[in-house]
Every structure is written in C-alpha cells, then in structure tokens.
C-alpha cells in the first residue's frame, strides 16, 4: 500500500495491483471494485472527488471510494502516474488538479477529475510530486514539481498551467543536488522538497532553494508533512 488519503469522512488507501481499501474509521477496510490490475502510486481527495494515479498512465476517480471510474488520459501518456496537486479555492480555472509522472509528464484537469490534457513541463526528467500551497500559508502563489536529478520546476504563477493561459513553467535556481526528489510540502511560509542521499530543500518563493543537514542518514526521504 502505497498512499491514504482522507475525505467526506473516509479513510482511502491504494497501492498494488490497483488495490484500493476505504474505511470510515481506520480500523475496519473494504476492498472496492477494482478497474484496474496496475499499481496505484497515490491519491488525494480534492473537496470534490478523489483522485488516484498509477503505473501505465493509470488515472482513476470516484466520489464516494467504492464506485471508481478510469479517466482518458491523452495519447502517448504511458509511463507512471506518481504526484498530484490540487487547488480547491480555484475550481473554475478550469483546471484545479494536476497531475506529474515519468518523463516530465504534466496533465491538468478539471475540478471533477475529468478532461485531463497535457502540459508542457520543459523537462524530461521524472516529476515524482507536484504541490499548490494552500492559500493562508504565507508560502508562494504557483504550483511546484520535484523530481529526478535534482529537478524542481514552477509554473511561474497561481494554476495557469495549461499553455495559453498566461502560466510558463521553469526551472528554479540551482538545488545544488543531483539527488531524486521524492516528496513536497508546504507550511509556515516555506515550501520543502525531500529525496534521495537524506536530501532536504527548503523554499520561501518555489524558486530558490537551500540544501537543509538532515542527520548523518543516507536513506531516502520520501515524504513530509509540516
């Protein structure tokens, strides 16, 4: 098992072979109809739907996590689905969920979870995790993607990911790392990126970064939460 996530009261988690459990109360799990045999490497629930991504461009739905839908994903997208970020204050950008994967992949849909289509990320490298800072933090206002070698991208501004609607996406400045970076977060005002090698970046703007000592450890950190 791979993820959990938490919504509507349920408890969710996915993982191998398109696995997904849900609970009311994290004690007792039921499996829901599977649709998928491939591996689920994540899931959020944005407010309205949750939203599951997997090996082989699996994208999948479902309202109340038992009842899951497959989602269109657009031609060519084939390579693992791993990082989703979500901007629930602005559901009618349209696009309100954005999705990272291998290969530098970006997909933006709608608020629903429906009418994903590409984005241009600029980088080739594998986008492990993708973040929109929620509104009140005092963190920066655009989405950020972390991923292989070091590999952090921004949108440059808010949601507008989607080419032609005024967002660009870039690279930050030099992480002074080639470590691959696994896990993004956000609170008090910074963004922090984890990776391989006991890596640690922090940020206050998602466009500078510095490398944080994170103990004598070389394991890979995954994931945060602040």
Known sequence: LDSVAYGNGTWVVVGDKGTVLDSADARTWVAATPVTNNKLNSVVFNGNVFIAV?????LITSQDAQTWKVQSVPAGVTGSLRGIAYSPSFNVT???ILVSGDNGTLLAGYYGGTNFTSVNSGTSQNLDAALFPPIGQGGPFLTVAVGGSGTIIND???TEWVAGSGGVWGSAGSTNTSANLRGLTSGS???VATGDQGTILTSMD????TQRFSGDSPSMVSSASL
């Open 94 to 96: 349209p696009y309100s």
């Open 156 to 158: 440059g501004y808010g």
């Open 206 to 209: 998602g466009k500078s970064w």
């Open 54 to 58: 997997g090996d082989g461009g699996t």
């Open 189 to 191: 005002g910074y963004l």
